[in-house]
């Protein structure tokens, strides 16, 4: 055997389950891989995947979210199943041909298996609620990144801070941003928030990598106080996780505040955690909290209106007491990773 194929042999034989204790190596493996592919790819196949491949791929997938077809097939466990079974798990109903097609193409890229000719599998992206990602990227990455060139173009490739004036607002019908839209449209609230609690999902608990524990501690609930108001918290993961780490935490001293809008869909929250509908560009109503929490906020405004919602806390903080939690994606000065650098969108 030749050291190509042993290598390929091997390379074939790692999966997921390899790393269940050690993601930082299945990280460091990830962004290997991806620097191989960048070195034995020619330009013309690096392109064409960037260009040609992947929108379409992109369109295959949206449309077979549209025919319901994941929710359908996970439902029946995802097993192999033949193109004409799983043109009838489709709703509306899907030609068998046009089915095959799209399959086909998902499977040439690993999204799918194909497991004998006309049969398929879904192995390798079992999407459970998050085919709302996929909606996401149609209602509001997809338009967004098509327009981006020329609206940095006309906006004479400056930096865009201008929140009156933003990229999203330049496409968008009604001239809405980002979150104006979201509350215009609850279609795009829920992909939006369907990829919120996907990534949420996906990121660290924050307990572990903060000392809550101090912060709990250190806590005077004994006037019904506050222990901490998660602000921008959308459907509350984070206090939930807190509460996961801390369950003797009393009900209500947790509140998760957001617009009324996105508070509406944290149906399943823990009942010890308060909803609190609340304009962070308004006056901070929960005075004197233990902390005041930010995750993934502030990589949405510019500094200037961080300020804003910042000065909003400081002016109900206690001396000595308070704190301000900020999680956010911090961009290293050299090596960000592209999930560091699409972030700063
Ligand atoms: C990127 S998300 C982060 C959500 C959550 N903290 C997390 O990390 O999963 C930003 C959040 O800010 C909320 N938001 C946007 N404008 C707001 C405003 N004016 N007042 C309160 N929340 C707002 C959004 O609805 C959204 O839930």
Redesign the pocket.
């Known amino acids: 055997m030749s050291k190509l194929t042993e290598l390929l042999d091997i390379l074939d034989g790692i999966g997921l389950e390899g790393f269940k204790s050690n993601d930082a190596d299945r990280l460091r493996l990830v962004e290997t891989t991806k620097k191989l592919l960048s070195r034995v790819q020619t330009k013309e196949e690096r392109l064409f995947d960037i260009t040609f491949s992947q929108p379409i791929v992109f369109s295959a997938l949206q449309t077979l979210t549209d025919l319901r077809l994941w929710p359908q097939w996970e439902a029946n466990r995802g097993g192999p199943k033949s193109v004409q079974e799983l043109s009838e798990l489709c709703t509306p109903k899907c030609e068998a041909n046009l089915l095959r097609r799209l399959l086909r193409l998902l499977a040439s890229v690993h999204i799918i298996t194909e497991t004998s000719q006309d049969h398929y599998e879904l192995t390798h992206l079992p999407l459970g609620d998050m085919w709302q990602w996929i909606q996401c990227r149609t209602h509001h990455w997809g338009p967004g990144c098509n327009n981006l060139p020329s609206f940095l173009a006309k906006n004479g490739y400056r930096e865009p801070h201008d929140t009156q004036y933003t990229n999203y607002m330049d496409w968008c019908p009604g001239k809405l941003d980002f979150?104006g839209k979201c509350v215009a449209d609850p279609a795009y609230q829920d992909s939006f928030s369907g990829f919120?609690t996907g990534w949420?999902r996906y990121k660290v608990p924050w307990p572990e990598f903060y000392d809550t524990k101090s912060l709990v501690d250190g806590a005077d609930l004994s006037n019904g106080g506050a222990l901490c108001v998660?602000?921008?918290?959308?459907h509350g993961?984070?206090l939930t996780r807190l509460l996961d780490k801390h369950p003797d935490i009393p009900a209500g001293s947790l509140i998760v505040?957001?617009?009324p809008e996105?508070l509406i869909g944290a149906k399943d929250m823990n009942e010890k955690i308060k909803a609190m509908p609340?304009?962070?560009?308004k006056p901070q109503p929960v005075k004197g909290s233990r902390a005041y929490y930010f995750?993934?906020?502030f990589h949405?405004w510019p500094d200037s209106v961080a300020t804003e919602i910042l000065k909003n806390v400081a002016a109900v903080m206690k001396k000595g007491y308070s704190k301000v939690l900020i999680v956010d994606i911090v961009l290293p000065p050299t090596g960000a990773s592209d999930i560091q650098s699409t972030m700063d969108g």
Not at 230 to 234: A, L, N, Q, T, V
Not at 278 to 281: G, K, R, V
């Open positions: 979150f919120m949420a998660d602000i921008g918290g959308h993961i984070d505040q957001d617009l996105v609340h304009d962070m560009f995750h993934a906020v949405d």
